[in-house]
Nanobody, 116 residues
């Protein structure tokens, strides 16, 4: 059974940075395009932020993440990362990773809170 695990969240001041990590037990991430998404407080839908493709590791960003977030992977460690900078209160959310297509069971996510 595939289990996704996100980590690296926390409390950060506005303007700060965080690096989120995603790994999976029972699966090999570099076989798939992997996306980072987030669910803000009070929102029902998860917002797609970024995606990294399998193979050539091409990356894609939403308008809300472009220029501030960077997605990367380390296939040897079976990890996908999301480096976030210039964080604002609007970035407060639970952050998730999953396959871009044929999503598997969602992990617990990692909470990011941007506040003074």
């Amino acid at each position: 059974q595939v289990q996704l695990v996100e980590s690296g969240g926390g409390l950060v001041q506005p303007g700060g940075s965080l690096r989120l990590s995603c790994t999976a037990s029972g699966d090999t991430l570099d076989l798939y395009a992997i996306a980072w998404l987030r669910q803000a407080p009070g929102k029902e839908e998860r917002e797609g932020l970024s995606c990294i493709s399998s193979g050539d590791s091409s990356s894609y960003y939403s308008d809300s993440s472009k220029g501030r977030f960077t997605i990367s992977n380390d296939n040897a460690k079976n990890m996908v990362y999301l480096e976030m900078s210039s964080l604002t209160s609007e970035d407060t959310a639970v952050y998730y990773c999953n396959r871009r297509y044929a999503q598997t069971t969602w992990g617990q996510g990692t909470q990011v809170t941007v506040s003074d």
